[in-house]
């Protein structure tokens, strides 16, 4: 299917998407900025990784920054192309058929919300000298910030849509160019698999 | 020609046999329960019983991942001996496509975790041997998410027919399974901290 058979995006579609990268890159800087504070301040005191040579120690840093910046940046850019992929249509009755980019898009948002339940309850119920378990840790686990959101939330999406697209792919189910959404999900989706493999730059420069 | 063409596209206009459960299918199934049980019990010795207070965290990350994942590697391997209409109808119906969704992630997970002890860096005195437990948590880690985003992309794309027989019955049991482990670890732990502070 050439490009312009592909269903158009709409005027209302494009505004959707503009505005999600936006705030995507607000989400991104916020996260970036709070990374940079919480563990810049300790870069050289209790920061475990010391012992490595400066080089390795910048390298893991900078990694483990556009995994998290892009893990913000590509959830909320999913939500506007869910969005724009379920969105009711008043042009034509019939609903478009649904391809592998549009279930990447879906379950972004799904998971990010779903994860996001579980902050907010978290963060409702964490009294505020919370009980330490045995080994030291918040029983609960789920670090409150937005740096600690991402290091649960981005491997739970990824393996959604790694879960999503195997099973299509492997049962024959795989129809792409659904439409423009569709192939924006499909590039979000190899986006999140390339935050996986930024994520495994990390382990190979360094223990976690 | 017109029923291959269909098949592709994921319906099914013809009337396929009934999937019965026969004696074999039980045999396979005990057999499929008595490899998880022993596998539960030499992955982890000390955590096939429930520990006091501990009995909801056992249900659904105890012995009952190893049953989950024998019973889905038992359900594939008998829709692979049903004959090829029958199992190619029955690998498209969401019980089975959660096995294979479940399956798939734990050779993932486990794959994974093999390569990441074997390239990533170590600190200083860590002990690089893991026990079992550390291989089969890295396995199942990431399961409930396959299997949602099995189901999810199914269902959006269209493609969920759940099947009146047993074994897509069965599979779709095992995927819930996963689904219910994902609901418990996200708000389950919390409420459990909570209910407990009473």
């Known amino acids: 299917m050439g490009r312009s058979d592909l269903t158009p995006l709409t005027r209302v579609d494009i505004l959707i998407l503009t505005a999600s990268a936006l705030l995507g890159a607000v989400l991104a800087l916020a996260t970036d900025r709070e990374y940079v504070v919480t563990h810049g301040q300790n870069f050289s005191a209790v920061n475990p990784h010391r012992q490595l040579p400066v080089r390795l120690q910048l390298h893991r840093h900078t990694m483990i920054r556009v995994a998290h910046d892009g893990s913000a940046a590509l959830t909320v850019l999913g939500i506007g192309l869910t969005l724009v992929a379920f969105r009711p249509r008043s042009d034509d009755g019939r609903p478009r058929r649904k391809g592998p980019g549009d279930v990447a898009a879906a379950l972004t948002t799904a998971l990010a919300l779903a994860f996001a339940v579980r902050w907010a ?51 024959g189910f795989w129809r792409r160019d659904a439409g423009r959404s569709d192939r924006l999900g499909r590039r979000l989706g190899a986006a999140w698999f390339a935050l996986w493999g930024v994520q495994g730059v990390v382990y190979v420069l360094a223990w976690y | 020609m017109a029923v291959a063409a269909a098949e592709s596209r994921g319906t099914f206009p013809m009337r396929l046999p ?15 329960t008595a490899f998880g049980l022993a596998a539960a019990r030499g992955i982890d010795p000390g ?72 390239v990533h860096t170590e600190p200083p005195n860590a002990l690089s041997m893991q026990p079992a437990g550390a291989y089969w948590f890295a396995a199942y880690q990431r399961t409930s998410e396959f299997v949602i985003g099995a189901w999810v992309g199914l269902w959006i794309t269209g493609r969920w027919s759940a099947g009146r027989n047993w074994v897509d019955r069965a599979g779709r049991a095992v995927g819930l399974f996963w689904i219910v482990q994902f609901a418990y670890a996200g708000v389950g732990v919390a409420l459990n901290y909570v209910l407990r502070s009473f």
Do not use: H, K
Not at chain 1, 135 to 158: C, D, H, K, M, S
């Open chain 2, 47 to 118: 955590g096939f019983w429930p520990r006091p207070g501990f009995f909801l965290r056992w249900l659904f990350f105890g012995p009952s991942t190893c049953l989950a994942a024998a019973w889905a590697a038992g359900l594939l391997l008998l829709s692979a001996v049903r004959p090829p209409r029958l199992r190619n109808r029955l690998l498209r119906q969401p019980g089975l496509a959660a096995c294979v969704a479940a399956l798939a992630s734990m050779a993932f997970g486990f794959l994974g975790f093999v390569g990441y002890i074997g």
């Open chain 1, 121 to 171: 309850f978290e963060a409702v119920i964490r009294p505020p000298t919370p009980p330490l378990a045995p080994n030291g840790a918040f029983p609960l686990g789920v670090y409150l910030n937005l740096y600690g959101y991402w290091v649960e939330a981005r491997p739970q999406i990824t393996a959604a849509v790694t879960g999503a697209w195997s099973v299509l792919a492997l049962l």
């Open chain 2, 18 to 32: 009934r999937v019965r459960f026969t004696i074999f299918d039980a045999m396979a199934l005990v057999a499929a």
